[in-house]
Each structure stands twice: as C-alpha cells, then as structure tokens.
C-alpha cells in the first residue's frame, strides 16, 4: 500500500502542471473514453444506471462506465455537453485511489474520464 500511495504522489506531482495538484475526492461517473462519458449525457433521461448497463453492453464490457468514489486529479477539459437543463465539461482524470471504509486505498493511477456540472450563472 505505501508503494502505491508514493507513486500515486509521484505521478500527481510529476503531472502537476497538466492535471494541477489538488488532490480531489468525490463520487460520480468515471468511463474509460469520453465518448462514453458523452453518451451518458445523451441518455440524461434514463436512469443513470439503465444508462450505464447500455454503454457497458455496448461495449461489451462490464467496467466501461461506472459511479465510483475515488481520489483523483482533474485534469483538461475535453468537451462541454448539454441537456435541457444542465450544462457539463467532460475532462480525463487521474484516478489515483478508491475511497473504503478505513479511508483510502491507493491504486496504480490511471487515466479516466468523468463529468463536471458548470453553473452557468456564474460564468
């Protein structure tokens, strides 16, 4: 466990620049490929997790796309979706832990996808 959280430090760090170096934690969809990320929204109707069965059948596999609780490090923006409602910026995370009753467990970091509300109103 301490030689995944030193080179998930090591790779935070080193990537510091590209994905910024605030470590973030939180729930929400994590997909392997944007596109993933951009048909969920497209199916912002449905039940988050009938949508999530589809993607994953659609791509015939089970770990596609995801809600998860994890420590990860945002990295760039890659898209901006729409619904009728909402507005949210897909952006590649580095996902460098999963979040566990006793804290968090650090894994090899890896490149994921994930979706960011915007508040308009704001902006």
Same mark, same amino acid.
């Given at each position: 466990?301490?030689?995944?959280?030193?080179?998930?430090?090591?790779?935070?760090?080193?990537?510091?620049?590209?994905?910024?170096?605030?470590?973030? $934690?939180?729930?929400?969809?994590?997909? @392997? !490929? #944007?596109?993933?990320?951009?048909?969920?929204?497209? *199916?912002?109707? =449905? &039940?988050?997790?009938?949508?999530?069965?589809?993607?994953?059948?659609?791509?015939?596999?089970?770990?596609?796309?995801?809600?998860?609780? $994890?420590?990860?490090?945002?990295?760039? @923006? !890659? #898209?901006?979706?729409?619904?009728?409602?909402?507005? *949210?910026?897909? =952006? &590649?995370?580095?996902?460098?832990?999963?979040?566990?009753?006793?804290?968090?467990?650090?894994?090899?970091?890896?490149?994921?996808?994930?979706?960011?509300?915007?508040?308009?109103?704001?902006?």
């Amino acid at each position: 466990m301490k030689t995944a959280f030193m080179l998930a430090s090591l790779f935070a760090l080193l990537l510091g620049p590209a994905y910024g170096r605030e470590i973030e $934690i939180g729930s929400g969809l994590v997909c @392997h !490929t #944007a596109k993933q990320v951009e048909e969920f929204v497209a *199916f912002s109707n =449905a &039940d988050p997790r009938t949508a999530i069965g589809d993607i994953n059948d659609e791509e015939h596999d089970p770990t596609a796309c995801a809600v998860v609780n $994890i420590a990860f490090v945002r990295g760039h @923006h !890659t #898209a901006t979706v729409r619904t009728r409602r909402e507005t *949210f910026q897909i =952006a &590649d995370i580095l996902v460098i832990g999963v979040v566990v009753d006793g804290g968090i467990q650090y894994v090899m970091p890896a490149i994921q996808f994930s979706l960011f509300k915007v508040n308009e109103r704001e902006a």
